[in-house]
């Protein structure tokens, strides 16, 4: 820290209690002085010698000795430091006291016309020459202007440290030489570091956004006009000013807040928000990220914004929501909203993400009209991605309906999800965590997944699963079925290659297609289903229902028409694939009753989840 000693006279001032202050001297004092509670007891020479203020109040008190000084800058201690350099003795300046000793100064009229080399000249060397060239001794002296205004802010104190603090932040770092804070324990990838360096480098360099942590102390007056002279120079990364954003919300703002804080303080928490959202850097590409920027969302919600900076805070969120994580979105619905989580507020958010990527895309396609599949595709297959885990965690609310899981679910687009294995994970917590749900609720959210976009493991668990209805399970099983069709195909079309080293037979072709057909019998006769007749037309005959020893229809009239659209369906899907090679792969009309096994009510037992 810099500082400066003045005078050269050893310290003569003493205390007599808490109120008065003296010199010790054979020469009797001549003056009362009051500042504020403390009464200074001083020699008029030595003061009317340097302060052309106290020269005029003397002379006009005649032969009153006592003078009142009102609304004194600074204080006792700061008229002290005046006092002591009018008497020659030493006084040392620092960032602490040199504000408080300009403005008592100047309130003197400590100036040039009175005295050469004055109070006032040597306080501006200090400052000019010292404190404005120190990156900390900035701030601190800055820090200090505040309780000094509007003196301060008239002798150009504050502007012209915002203009230092300013400067130096626009600094090549490889230029700094001087000491700065940085605590925050980063990764090494997560630092804001020039590109092209080795790894050494980049953990030896001095980051991008040095300074961020050093001005986290300002009030945030302060710090929005540091902020706003910083964005002004046009040299400083979006990606750096939302670092420091972030940086000053983590200082200032609580990690919790609940409805039992002070009037007060909520509004000082509101107010600190609205100006963090006002300093957002207009790059809305870059910038904050998507986690911060919903984490003060969350906070704004708490303390009550206005609606339009709010409404600003859900637009730049919507534009990156594909960064965000699942716990990001976990916002608490507030009252009336009777659900854990505020729904609503993430249904806003994920409509207005979807309309910017619908319009992006429909603003780039190819001669041919099909849409690039480029970083907007990506984009959103994220954004599916995020929201079939959200779904996966407000589905634990007891409380959340049907209907607003369902609306959620559907506002994604069809392209945007091409896995259903988040989706499907999500309908089974729901159907865990309600089991109050009717059929037509339980066909409702189903009727939401695609089973023919399910992994194998994805299938395979919900073909266990018992909170699944039979007909998803029946699909399940039957699309299973068909991919492994499929994969028959594809084995017999390589073989017909000629560059193919290895052949299959016709026989062997015709085996796995026909191993095939027994294993899909074979898995629905695990689901308790048995056929007894087929028409000659392909569609079933409803006769003959078996029934268990408990009395349980084993095909009922929805099992009925399941297998109509599995025959209809499955004879070109496996027939077909089966037909190019000697035909000998079985339908399911060839299979005789009798060959199709029956586990009873055991088999339904098989039935489970593990999830």
């Given amino acids: 820290m810099k500082f400066m000693k003045l005078g050269s006279k050893p310290d003569a001032f003493q205390a007599h209690g808490k109120s008065v202050r003296y010199v010790a001297s054979e020469l009797e004092t001549d003056v009362t002085i009051n500042v504020g509670e403390v009464k200074f007891n001083l020699h008029k020479f030595p003061l009317m010698s340097k302060s052309n203020r106290l020269l005029m109040l003397l002379s006009k008190a005649g032969e009153e000795n006592e003078i009142d000084m009102v609304d004194f800058p600074g204080g006792p201690k700061a008229f002290e430091i005046c006092a002591k350099f009018c008497y020659g003795m030493i006084v040392t300046l620092n960032a602490y006291n040199v504000v408080t000793a300009r403005c008592a100064a100047e309130y003197l009229e400590m100036t040039e016309d009175v005295d050469r080399g004055n109070l006032i000249f040597k306080i501006e060397v200090f400052l000019n020459s010292s404190i ?54 980063l990764s090494v990838p997560d630092k804001i570091v020039e590109e092209g360096m080795n790894f050494r480098d980049k953990i030896d360099s001095v980051p991008k956004d040095w300074w961020v942590e050093d001005i986290c102390e300002l009030d945030i007056d302060l710090y929005k006009r540091v902020m706003i002279t910083v964005k002004s120079k046009g040299r400083m990364d979006g990606q750096v000013i939302g670092e420091a954003l972030k940086t000053y919300a983590v200082r200032w703002l609580p990690d919790s807040f609940d409805d039992s804080v002070s009037d007060a303080r909520t509004w000082r928490y509101r107010y600190l928000v609205e100006n963090l959202i006002c300093l957002l850097p207009p790059d809305k590409a870059a910038g904050c990220s998507c986690s911060f920027l919903l984490k003060l969302l969350k906070f704004a919600i708490l303390v009550g914004i206005d609606d339009s900076a709010r409404e600003y805070l859900v637009k730049r969120i919507s534009l990156k929501l594909h960064e965000a994580s699942v716990k990001d979105l976990l916002i608490l619905a507030r009252p009336p909203q009777n659900t854990l989580y505020d729904m609503e507020l993430i249904q806003c958010i994920v409509s207005r993400s979807l309309m910017h990527g619908k319009y992006s895309q429909d603003t780039k396609h190819e001669e041919n009209g099909d849409f690039i599949l480029g970083h907007e595709h990506e984009t959103l297959m994220n954004v599916g991605k995020l929201i079939d885990g959200y779904l996966a965690e407000i589905a634990y609310d007891p409380n959340l309906t049907i209907s607003c899981f369902v609306d959620l679910s559907r506002s994604i687009p069809e392209f945007a999800r091409p896995i259903h294995d988040g989706l499907y994970k999500a309908i089974d917590i729901y159907l865990k965590e309600h089991l109050s749900m009717t059929k037509a609720e339980k066909k409702k959210i189903c009727g939401l997944m695609d089973v023919k976009k399910l992994t194998t493991d994805a299938s395979t668990h919900a073909a266990q699963n018992e909170r699944l209805p039979l007909r998803v399970v029946v699909q399940v099983l039957f699309f299973e079925q068909v991919r492994a069709a499929s994969g028959v195909q594809a084995l017999s079309n390589n073989a017909r290659d000629p560059s193919n080293s290895t052949t299959n037979t016709d026989e062997e072709l015709e085996k796995t297609a026909a191993d095939g057909n027994k294993s899909l019998m074979k898995q629905m006769s695990r689901m308790k289903i048995k056929d007894e007749d087929f028409l000659k037309n392909g569609k079933l005959l409803k006769k003959n229902s078996k029934i268990t020893k408990n009395g349980v229809q084993l095909l009922p009239s929805r099992s009925k028409r399941i297998f109509d659209r599995l025959w209809v369906v499955g004879r070109g899907h496996v027939e077909n694939r089966s037909s190019e090679t000697s035909g000998s792969s079985q339908s399911p009309t060839s299979i005789a009753p009798g060959d199709t096994k029956s586990f009873g009510s055991s088999s339904r037992q098989r039935r489970h989840s593990i999830s």
Wanted: glycine share 2%; charged share 20%; hydrophobic share 35%.
């Fill in 132 to 185: 404005f060239h120190s990156w900390k001794d900035s701030i601190i002296v800055l820090q200090t202007t505040k309780s000094l205004l509007p003196w301060s802010e008239d002798l150009k104190i504050v502007g012209s440290c915002i203009d230092s603090i300013a400067s130096k932040t626009s600094v090549d770092p490889a230029s700094i030489t001087w000491s700065y804070t940085y605590n925050r324990k």
